[in-house]
């Protein structure tokens, strides 16, 4: 006995559900929050050594700013 062939409805749903979606949900920001959440771990990172801090003032070291860049990063990212 064979099996029936589908119909072209079923044949639609099928593809439908096994193509990937053409663009993922952020799209091209991805990538770019990708990179934003890199570049402001690396500027934290360099902004943890003594040659950095040594450069500012402390009235800018205050707030600890590095320490608040990667969490600001994350934040935005997540807003979007």
Request: negative net charge; contains cysteine.
């Amino acid at each position: 006995a064979s099996l029936p062939a589908p119909d072209q409805d079923t044949f639609t749903t099928l593809f439908a559900e096994a193509r990937p979606a053409a663009e993922p949900p952020l799209g091209w920001r991805a990538p770019f929050f990708d990179a934003l959440l890199i570049l402001a771990s690396q500027v934290g990172a360099a902004g943890a050594t003594g040659a950095v801090r040594q450069r500012m003032s402390p009235e800018l070291l205050v707030d600890k700013p590095f320490r608040q860049l990667l969490r600001a990063a994350e934040r935005l990212c997540e807003a979007a």
